[in-house]
C-alpha cells in the first residue's frame, strides 16, 4: 500500500568545481512539484562566490566574474532556497553532489543547513533503467527524448523532475521478482516513488524466438551484386542508402573496395585489403557479404576485434544493410556461451534470496541483472562500469549465474525454452550474417553456426587476439577466485557449512560422503593461500636468480616487468627452478584435493540442488589450474614459450607476490590456419593498417597465409588529402644520444610547449603507463591555469570515458596508452594535434624474445622480420587518429629522436601517406605546430566542404 506522497522540490547547482571544501555554489534552481509530478513553482538565483570562476566552469555553464558581480551572498541564496523548499523532500541527480556544496556554503556562512531528507535520482536510474550503461543527467535525459537544457541550475532541475516522473513509471512496472527483491530490502526509492502511483513504464516483449530451419538461411530472390545500387547506382546516382544515412555520398574508392570484396566471395579464396581511413569501409564489405550471402543462402560471418565493436556495427551498419535487403533476411551478434547469463541459475538465485536472510547488496544486484535481462541486456561480459561500481555483490554475482557447459541441464533445463544461449545461437543458426568477435571465431568450437565465408575486420588484430586464444595461463588471481567460492561470498556461509547443510538431508552414506567432501573443501580452503604464496616467493627467488646473471632469462629493468622470467631451459639447472617446480606440484596437489571433493559432492546432489551448479563450476576451474601448475613449468616444446611474472616489485618486497604462469605459442600462425584458413571457401581480411613499408609479409606470416595458402592482395588508399590536411613535424636534435631516461622530462616540456599554442585538441600517445603519469603531473600543473585540463588514461578514467570527456571539452590534452592508439576517433576540430612521445617498439617480454632467439636461430635478422614491422603498424595504427573526415586538419608531432636519426626511419615513413615532413629543433618544435596549424586553418575556406569539393574537381579535370 503507497504511504502518503511527499512534496517534492527538485534542486540542482553549479559551483565552480567537485569539491565542496575548496569550490563554491555559483547557480541554484529548484521547481516544485505538483500532485502529478508536473512543475508548479520556479525558484532560481545566482550566488556571489567570492573566488574567481575557473574558465572550464565559463565554457560549460556559460556563467562570467561579471555575471555573479553583485549577485546574492551565499546566506542570502540559502534562505530564498530554504523559504522555497518547506519540509519538502528535496530531490537532485547525484544528490551527495549538491546537498555537500549546500551543506558547506551554509558552514562557511554560518547559516543553517537546508532542512529536509533528500532522494536522489541518480540512484534510483541504475535500478530501474538497468539497460543503460551510464546515468549521467544528460543521458537519461536523451533516453527519454527530451532536450538538452544546458548546463545551468534551473533547467537541469526541470530535466530532474522530469526523470523522476519517469522513473515513477518505471518503479510501477516493475516485474514481480524485481519488486519482490527490492520490497524484502525495503529499497528506499522504491517507497518513494510509490507513493506518486504513476501508471506503470512497460517493458518491451521480448523477441519472438527464431523458427527451427535447415542448416543454412534460405537463399532470397536478390542478386549477388545489389550492393552495387546502393553505393553507386544506375547512371552514377547512389539509390537506397543515400535516404537512409544522412550525408552519404557515392564515393568511387569504396565502390572500388566493394567490388573487390564481392569477387572474393563469388570467386572464393582468401583476400588481404587494406582499406584507408575514411573510405566507407564497414559498408563497403558488409553490403557485398551480406547480397552475396542472401542470394545464395549461404551463412556470412563478420568477425571484428571486440564485443563494443560488434555492438556498434549492429547499432550503426548493420540496420541500414538490413534495409536494403528482402524481409527474410536475417542478422544477429553471437558472443562466447559464458557471456550470456543463465535463466536458471538466475532463477535459481532469486529464489534462494527470498529464503535467506535480506543481503541488501545481493538484492540489489539480483534485481539489476533481472531488470537487465527483461530488458534485453543478457551480455553478462558488458556490465557497466558504474553498474559494478556501485553494486559491489555484482561481479560474483555475474560470475555464478553465468551459462557455462559444465552446470548447463540441457533437455532437463525447466527454463530451456528462455535460455538466452539456446535463444542466441538459434538465431544465429538462422541468420545470414552473424557477427562474431575474433576470440569466438578463433574458438572454432560448436558455439558458432556452420559458415564458409567470413569477413575478418580490424584484422590487424587477429594474431594478437590468437596469441591470446591459444596460450594458457593460471595465476592467483584465479586461484583467490576459487577459495572466495569456498569462503562464500558475501553474507553467504561457507561452502562447506553449506554442504553440511545439505548433507543432513541426504541419505545417511550420501550423507556422510558430502559431510566428508565438505571437510576436505574446509581444509583445501586453509592450505591453499599458504601455497599460492609459497609459490610466488620460489618464481620471486627465480628472478633474483636470473636477474643476477647476464639477465637473458628476466625482463627487461623496469619496475614493472623486473620479475618477468622467461622460463628457458637454461634456467632448469638451477635450484630455485626445482623449488618452482616443487611449489608448483604442491599448489597442483591442493587443488586436485579440492576438486575431487567439489566433483564428489557435485555427484551425490541432485542437480537441481543450488549447490550442484557451485561445486560443477568449482571441480572443473580446480581441476583446470592444477593441471596447468603441473605443465607450464616442465614445458619443452620448442614451438612455445613458457614465463613467470610476479604482479610488481613493491608487493614482491610487500611480502605478498601475485604470481602468474603463461604459455604461449611462439608464433600464432600455425593455429590460424588449422583454424580458419583450412575450412573456408572465402575469407576477406581486410584493416586500416596491414602493411609495414607497403609489404604485407609480416601480417601474413603472423596469420598464417603463406605457403600453400594464397591470397590476393590489395592497398585501398584513403581519400584523404593528407597533403593538404596534415604535416607531420619530427623533433630533431642532431647528434643527440638516445638518452630513454631523460625521455619523460623533454615529453612533458614539449607537451607544456604545444599546450600553450594548441589551448588542448591534442591527444598524446606513450608506450609506457608510469611515464605517461609522470608526464601529466608534470604538464598539468603549468597549463591548468590557462584552462586547459590534463587527462591520463587510467589516471584520471577509462579510455573510453576520457575520450567522451575530451570530445565534449577539447580543451584537453588527452594522454594514453594501449587503446587510445588505435580504439577511438575524434573527427572535426575536437583534435588537432597529434603527438606520438615514443616509437611503439614492442616491450622485450620472453614472447618476443624468443622470437628473436628463434630467428637468429635460422639465420634470420629479426629486428627486420619482426620487431621494426610491429612497431610500424603501431604506428600507423596510432597516426590514423588525427584525420577522420575529409574536412578535418591537423598536425601530427614526433618527439622521438630516433624517427630522425635511424636508418629505420625509412620503413616508418614510407608507411605513411604522402604529405609534408618537416623537421624542428627542441626548442622550435611549438613555434612550428603553431605555424602550420595556423596555415591549414587559413587554407580551409569558411565552408570547408566546399573548398574541398572544388578540389576535387579540380584534380578529376
Ligand atoms: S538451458 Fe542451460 S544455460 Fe540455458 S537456462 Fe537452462 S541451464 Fe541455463
Not at 730 to 755: C, N
Not at 780 to 803: I, N, R, T
Amino acid at each position: 500500500m503507497p504511504g502518503r506522497r511527499p512534496q517534492f522540490v527538485v534542486i540542482d547547482t553549479e559551483t565552480t568545481g567537485l569539491d565542496p571544501r575548496h569550490d563554491r555554489v555559483i547557480d541554484i534552481g529548484a521547481v516544485r512539484l505538483d500532485e502529478d509530478l508536473t512543475v508548479a513553482a520556479r525558484f532560481t538565483t545566482l550566488v556571489d562566490p567570492g573566488i574567481p570562476v575557473p574558465l572550464f566552469v565559463t565554457r560549460l555553464t556559460g556563467i562570467t566574474d561579471a555575471d555573479l558581480d553583485g549577485a546574492p551572498a551565499p546566506a542570502a541564496a540559502l534562505a530564498g532556497l530554504q523559504e522555497f523548499a518547506g519540509d519538502a523532500l528535496l530531490v537532485a541527480h547525484n544528490a551527495a553532489f549538491d546537498r555537500d556544496h549546500l551543506r558547506e556554503t551554509a558552514r562557511r556562512a554560518k547559516v543553517a543547513p537546508l532542512a529536509g531528507d533528500w532522494f536522489d535520482t541518480l540512484e534510483a536510474a541504475l535500478l530501474l533503467y538497468p539497460e543503460l550503461d551510464r546515468h549521467a543527467l544528460p543521458i537519461l535525459v536523451e533516453e527519454l527524448g527530451l532536450p538538452w537544457p544546458a548546463h545551468r541550475a534551473l533547467p537541469d532541475a526541470e530535466a530532474t523532475a522530469e526523470v523522476l516522473a519517469r522513473l515513477a513509471r518505471r518503479a510501477a512496472g516493475l516485474a514481480p521478482d524485481e519488486r519482490r527483491l527490492l520490497e524484502g530490502i525495503s529499497w528506499p526509492p522504491l517507497a518513494v516513488l510509490d507513493t506518486c502511483a504513476a501508471s506503470p513504464d512497460e517493458a518491451p516483449p521480448p523477441p519472438a524466438p527464431p523458427t527451427a530451419g535447415a542448416d543454412r538461411p534460405p537463399a532470397l530472390p536478390v542478386e549477388a551484386d545489389g550492393w552495387r545500387a546502393q553505393l553507386d547506382g544506375a547512371g552514377g546516382a547512389p539509390a537506397g542508402l543515400a535516404d537512409r544515412l544522412p550525408g552519404f555520398r557515392r564515393r568511387p574508392a569504396q565502390i572500388d573496395y566493394a567490388a573487390a570484396v564481392a569477387d572474393v566471395f563469388a570467386q572464393g579464396g582468401v583476400a588481404v585489403f587494406e582499406a584507408g581511413t575514411g573510405m566507407g569501409k564497414s559498408l563497403g564489405y558488409l553490403l557485398p557479404a551480406a547480397h552475396a550471402g542472401a542470394a545464395s543462402g549461404r551463412r556470412v560471418l563478420v568477425s571484428t576485434k571486440t564485443k563494443a565493436l560488434q555492438r556498434q556495427l549492429a547499432r550503426a551498419e548493420l540496420p541500414l544493410v538490413a534495409a536494403t535487403l528482402p524481409e527474410g533476411w536475417r542478422w544477429t551478434l553471437l558472443m562466447g556461451r559464458e557471456n550470456y547469463l543463465c535463466r536458471r541459475r538466475l532463477s535459481e538465485a532469486v529464489a534462494a534470496q527470498g529464503e535467506a536472510l535480506p543481503d541488501v547488496e545481493r538484492s540489489l544486484a539480483l534485481a539489476y541483472l533481472c531488470g537487465r535481462a527483461r530488458r534485453g541486456e543478457v551480455d553478462l561480459s558488458a556490465l557497466p562500469y558504474r553498474a559494478l561500481q556501485v553494486l559491489p555483490a555484482l561481479a560474483d554475482l555475474a560470475r555464478e549465474v553465468r551459462s557455462s557447459r559444465a552446470t548447463c541441464l540441457g533437455r532437463h533445463c525447466p527454463l530451456r525454452g528462455e535460455c538466452h544461449w539456446r535463444l542466441a545461437r538459434a538465431r544465429a543458426e538462422a541468420a545470414h550474417l552473424v557477427c562474431v568477435n575474433h576470440a569466438l571465431l578463433l574458438s572454432a568450437g560448436d558455439a558458432l553456426p556452420a559458415f564458409e565465408d567470413v569477413v575478418i575486420d580490424e584484422a590487424h588484430l587477429l594474431y594478437h587476439e590468437a596469441t591470446e586464444a591459444f596460450s594458457d595461463r593460471v595465476d592467483a588471481a584465479s586461484v583467490e577466485r576459487l577459495l572466495g567460492d569456498l569462503r562464500g561470498h558475501r553474507r553467504q556461509r561457507r561452502l562447506a557449512q553449506r554442504l553440511r547443510t545439505a548433507a543432513r538431508k541426504l541419505g545417511p552414506d550420501e550423507g556422510r560422503a558430502v559431510a566428508q567432501a565438505a571437510d576436505a573443501c574446509e581444509r583445501a580452503a586453509e592450505e591453499i593461500p599458504g601455497l599460492s604464496r609459497a609459490l610466488g616467493d620460489a618464481i620471486a627467488a627465480l628472478a633474483r636468480s636470473a636477474a643476477s646473471d647476464d639477465g637473458s632469462a628476466a625482463g627487461p629493468a623496469h619496475p614493472e616487468y623486473a620479475s618477468t622470467v622467461w622460463l628457458t631451459p637454461g634456467l632448469r639447472d638451477r635450484p630455485e627452478y626445482d623449488a618452482l617446480l616443487v611449489h608448483a606440484g604442491l599448489l597442483s596437489e591442493g587443488l586436485s584435493r579440492l576438486a575431487a571433493a567439489a566433483a564428489a559432492a557435485g555427484e551425490l546432489l541432485p542437480e537441481d540442488h543450488r549447490e550442484h551448479s557451485i561445486l560443477v563450476v568449482l571441480a572443473d576451474d580446480a581441476a583446470a589450474a592444477a593441471g596447468l601448475l603441473l605443465d607450464l613449468p616442465e614445458e619443452r616444446d620448442p614451438e612455445t614459450v613458457s614465463w613467470a611474472e610476479l604482479e610488481s616489485a613493491p608487493r614482491v618486497a610487500a611480502g605478498a607476490p601475485r604470481w602468474a604462469l603463461t604459455r604461449s605459442p611462439l608464433t600464432p600462425a600455425t593455429g590460424i590456419r588449422e583454424v580458419l584458413w583450412g575450412r573456408l571457401r572465402s575469407a576477406v581480411l581486410t584493416s586500416a593498417t596491414l602493411t609495414a613499408a607497403g609489404s604485407f609479409s609480416y601480417f601474413r606470416e603472423m596469420t598464417g597465409i603463406t605457403g600453400d595458402v594464397d591470397a590476393r592482395e590489395r592497398v585501398f588508399p584513403s581519400p584523404f588529402d593528407y597533403r593538404r590536411q596534415a604535416v607531420l613535424v619530427l623533433e630533431h636534435a642532431p647528434g643527440d644520444a638516445w638518452r630513454p631516461d631523460e625521455l619523460a622530462v623533454r615529453q612533458g616540456e614539449r607537451l607544456r610547449q604545444i599546450a600553450q599554442v594548441t589551448g588542448g585538441r591534442t591527444l598524446a600517445l606513450f608506450t609506457n603507463t608510469r611515464d605517461m603519469h609522470r608526464v601529466a603531473a608534470a604538464v598539468g600543473e603549468h597549463v591548468e591555469d590557462d584552462g586547459v585540463l590534463v587527462l591520463a588514461q587510467g589516471l584520471h578514467g577509462s579510455a573510453a570515458s576520457l575520450a567522451e570527456e575530451f570530445r565534449t571539452h577539447p580543451e584537453t590534452i588527452l594522454l594514453g596508452v594501449d587503446t587510445l592508439w588505435t580504439g577511438q576517433d575524434f573527427p572535426g576540430d575536437t583534435l588537432t594535434c597529434l603527438v606520438i612521445a615514443k616509437l611503439p617498439f614492442p616491450r622485450l617480454d620472453p614472447l618476443v624474445r624468443a622470437r628473436e632467439r628463434a630467428c637468429a636461430a635460422a639465420g634470420e635478422r629479426w629486428f627486420e622480420r619482426f620487431y621494426l614491422p610491429e612497431a610500424v603498424l603501431k604506428f600507423r595504427q596510432g597516426f590514423g587518429r588525427l584525420i577522420r573526415t575529409e574536412t578535418d586538419t591537423g598536425v601530427v608531432v614526433v618527439l622521438d629522436h630516433r624517427l630522425t636519426q635511424k636508418a629505420y626511419r625509412r620503413d616508418f615513413l614510407a608507411s605513411l601517406p604522402d604529405m609534408e615532413v618537416v623537421e624542428a629543433p627542441p626548442a622550435h618544435v611549438a613555434a612550428v605546430v603553431d605555424h602550420h596549424l595556423r596555415r591549414l586553418t587559413a587554407a580551409r575556406a569558411p565552408d570547408g566542404r566546399a573548398a574541398i569539393d572544388a578540389s576535387d574537381e579540380a584534380r578529376a579535370t
